[in-house]
T-cell receptor
Framework: AQSVTQLGSHVSVSEGALVLLRCNYS??????LFWYVQYPNQGLQLLLK??????LVKGINGFEAEFKKSETSFHLTKPSAHMSDAAEYFC?????????????FGAGTRLAVHP | KAGVTQTPRYLIKTRGQQVTLSCSPI?????VSWYQQTPGQGLQFLFE???????NKGNFPGRFSGRQFSNSRSEMNVSTLELGDSALYLC?????????????FGPGTRLLVL
């Protein structure tokens, strides 16, 4: 069975500091991995995804993530936090064995950015 | 190109009632998935429709049902509402439903059951 674990339900950083949001997954078949962001009272917006190929994936708003199969991780990073990055972030996994479009989400990490 | 739209955005119902939520996918998308988001359980998959057929179903009771029309628009219905059904219901669309494919989410319908 597939699962996603996000370490840290709340992360707080200073503006300009490095953002690191952790995600570990469990999947018996090669996974497809996604990071979504949710702003208050809005739906989910895709930041980036890993399917095949290059393990370092670049997304929108300066975010990137690296797929590490040996560590079963897909951590999200951004070199310099901006106030507008404050939101909730969700890591998700999907695979061919998971049933078509069924995304399995982690519990989410709420990112706070302070001046 | 218009995004995924969901109506209504907010809804208040009482226990025992039923409710129907609507989702219009991005033009050209044929796959529609539904998710429930609650503070306690997080984001959970309800079901997915493709070409008017339910292709995948999550672990929810039979009170939760859905359908998809020939224009790919989808509705989900919850009968005999319970307090625990209070949640944000998110709809997502995709072109063909492939595992690598991006799902685009709508803004959600926030349901409050009193």
């Amino acid at each position: 069975a597939q699962s996603v674990t996000q370490l840290g339900s709340h992360v707080s950083v200073s503006e300009g500091a490095l953002v690191l949001l952790r995600c570990n997954y469990s999947s018996s078949v090669p996974p497809y991995l996604f990071w979504y962001v949710q702003y208050p009272n809005q739906g989910l917006q895709l930041l980036l995804k890993y399917t095949t190929g290059a393990t370092l994936v670049k997304g929108i708003n300066g975010f990137e993530a690296e797929f590490k199969k040996s560590e079963t991780s897909f951590h999200l990073t951004k070199p310099s936090a901006h106030m507008s990055d404050a939101a909730e972030y969700f890591c998700a996994v999907r695979s061919l064995g998971g049933g078509y479009n069924k995304l399995i989400f982690g519990a989410g990490t709420r990112l706070a950015v302070h001046p | 190109k218009a995004g995924v739209t969901q109506t209504p955005r907010y809804l208040i119902k009482t226990r025992g009632q039923q409710v129907t939520l609507s989702c219009s996918p991005i033009s050209g998308h044929r796959s529609v998935s539904w998710y429930q988001q609650t503070p306690g359980q997080g984001l959970q998959f309800l079901f997915e429709y493709f070409s008017e057929t339910q292709r995948n179903k999550g672990n929810f009771p039979g009170r939760f049902s859905g359908r998809q029309f020939s224009n790919s628009r989808s509705e989900m219905n919850v009968s005999t509402l319970e307090l625990g059904d209070s949640a944000l219901y998110l709809c997502a669309s995709g072109r063909a439903g492939g595992a690598q494919e991006t799902q685009y989410f709508g803004p959600g319908t926030r349901l409050l059951v009193l």
